[in-house]
C-alpha cells in the first residue's frame, strides 16, 4: 500500500482555547499537567499526523550521535489531521502506527510486539488503543526498545483525536507515569 503519512509536518498553532486549568491539551483530549521529570508544556512538532500538538517530555539521551539528535521519553495529545483516512477509531490507530514506525526510526529494522490491540472508552467516547514494544539497534544509541502507546479517541462526530506516549526501557518508571495519564485523559468539549 501506498504511504499514507502526510509528507508535510504540520506546524502547531496556539490553542484556539485556553486549556483547561492545570492539564495539558491538543485537540479535544487533555491529561494532567506532569511535574518534574517531565519537561514544560510545548509544542510538538515531530507528529506529521496531528495538529494542534502539545506535549511534555523527559530527556534521555542528548546528542546520541554527535549531531544534535536526542532521545526523550514524551506523551503528546493532538488532534488527528482531517482527510487522512481517519473513519473510525481502529483505522486510525492503524494509519499511525504505521506512520509512526515509518517517521521516528529512520532506517532502524523494527522488532514490534503488541502487547494491548483492542477497543475502549475515554470519557464515554469510542476509542482504540496500542501499546506495542519496539525492539530496534540504532547506531550511536544505547537504547534498544521502548514500548509506544497509541490512544485514538473519536471526541467528536466527524474528528477524533490522539494521546501518544513513547517510553524508552531504561526508564520504567516513566511507563508507569504514561499509563497513569492514560487513564486520567478527558475529552474537552
Not at 515531530?46 to 530527556?59: E, L, P
Not at 482527510?83 to 521516528?104: H, K, L, N, W, Y
Not at 473519536?154 to 499509563?179: C, F, M, N
Amino acid at each position: 500500500t501506498g504511504d499514507v503519512c502526510p509528507t508535510r509536518r504540520v506546524e502547531t498553532a496556539a490553542p484556539v482555547r485556553p486549556s483547561p486549568a492545570g492539564r495539558v491539551q491538543g485537540g479535544k483530549l487533555s491529561y494532567p499537567q506532569q511535574t518534574s521529570p517531565w519537561g514544560p508544556v510545548q509544542p510538538e512538532t515531530r507528529v506529521a499526523f496531528g495538529r494542534d500538538v502539545w506535549g511534555q517530555s523527559v530527556m534521555v539521551r542528548a546528542n546520541y550521535d554527535g549531531r544534535g539528535s536526542s532521545w526523550v521519553a514524551s506523551v503528546v495529545v493532538a488532534e488527528l489531521v482531517a482527510g487522512d483516512g481517519f473513519f473510525s477509531p481502529r483505522q486510525g490507530a492503524e494509519i499511525v502506527t504505521r506512520c509512526v514506525m515509518g517517521e521516528f526510526y529512520g532506517n532502524a529494522v523494527l522488532d514490534r510486539r503488541d502487547r494491548v490491540n483492542q477497543a475502549t472508552t475515554v470519557d464515554g467516547k469510542d476509542a482504540w488503543l496500542v501499546e506495542m514494544h519496539l525492539g530496534f539497534d540504532i547506531p550511536g544509541l544505547s537504547e534498544k526498545g521502548e514500548t509506544a502507546i497509541i490512544l485514538i479517541v473519536a471526541t467528536a462526530q466527524e474528528s477524533s483525536s490522539i494521546y501518544y506516549a513513547s517510553i524508552p526501557d531504561s526508564t520504567p518508571a516513566l511507563l508507569s507515569e504514561a499509563r497513569r495519564i492514560q487513564a486520567q485523559l478527558r475529552v474537552e468539549p
